[in-house]
């Protein structure tokens, strides 16, 4: 009964390659999000999705494309994996955002295990 | 841009201490303001988190502080163990309501 799953994992792959990363949610939330978490730990929004719209798109490059086929999904495609790429993807689901429920709906994000990308 | 800064960067108590770590924020627009915990290669959990129309909230060992006006916010960790160990971000919503924008968080180690 896992809330927020990502497959894989693990992916080690070469550079310029072009790699998915899936995640699901079975939380019933209407919000989706990328967040990148790099070696220094920082962590850092990529994608935001409401209802399989794209909210939010937080100067990511091109080569990363989000595809929502339903609410409980929001996969991430990368192209042309380039060294810098090599981080722990997050996703994460919540609620209804704030500003659809008047700023106060309730907006804990849940975080998946993460997929730890190498790119050699 | 919209910035939260965090500090300090890493952190060592004594068992039985206090912890407190303290974030400020850029955006005024910012209403929910939430703590997580990531330990090593784990997901970053929900610990405890302050909507912008409270000052206060406490768990247990674990206190949250908010100073609108200040634009500044604080975990407060009350007789720490060394399971509390770990990395702490704090984190404010963004200036559209969706997403949330992270400190650079807070390297915790509790020494028995």
């Known amino acids: 009964d896992t809330a927020v799953s990502q497959t894989p994992k693990y992916l080690v792959t070469q550079m310029g390659n072009d790699k998915s990363i899936k995640c699901e949610q079975n939380?019933?939330?209407?919000?989706m999000y990328w967040y990148k978490q790099d070696s220094k730990k920082f962590l850092k929004i990529m994608f935001s999705?409401?209802?399989?719209?794209?909210?939010i798109n937080e100067t990511v490059p091109n080569r990363f494309s989000p595809k929502s086929p339903d609410k409980a999904h929001l996969n991430l495609h990368i192209n042309s994996l380039e060294l810098g790429d090599s981080a722990v993807y997050f996703c994460?689901?919540?609620?209804?955002?704030?500003?659809?429920?008047?700023?106060?709906?309730?907006?804990?994000?849940?975080f998946g295990p993460g997929t730890r990308l190498t790119v050699l | 841009g919209e910035n939260v800064e965090q500090h300090p960067s890493t952190l060592s108590v004594q068992e039985g201490d206090s912890a407190v770590i303290k974030c400020t924020y850029s955006?005024?627009?910012?209403?929910?303001f939430p703590w997580y915990k990531q330990e090593l290669g784990k997901r970053p959990q929900l610990i405890i988190d302050?909507?912008?129309?409270?000052g206060e909230k406490k768990d247990q060992r674990i206190a949250v502080t908010l100073n609108k006006t200040a634009k500044h916010f604080s975990l407060h960790i009350t007789e720490t163990q060394p399971e509390d160990s770990a990395v702490y971000f704090c984190?404010?919503?963004?200036?559209?309501?969706?997403?949330?924008?992270f400190g650079k968080g807070t390297s915790l180690l509790v020494t028995p």
């Open positions: 994460a689901s919540s609620r209804k955002d704030n500003r659809l429920a008047g700023g106060n709906s309730y907006n804990e994000q849940f």
């Open positions: 984190a404010a919503t963004l200036r559209s309501g969706y997403a949330l924008n």
């Open positions: 999705y409401n209802n399989k719209e794209l909210i």
């Open positions: 939380l019933g939330h209407d919000t």
């Open positions: 955006d005024s627009a910012s209403n929910y």
């Open positions: 302050i909507r912008s129309n409270v």
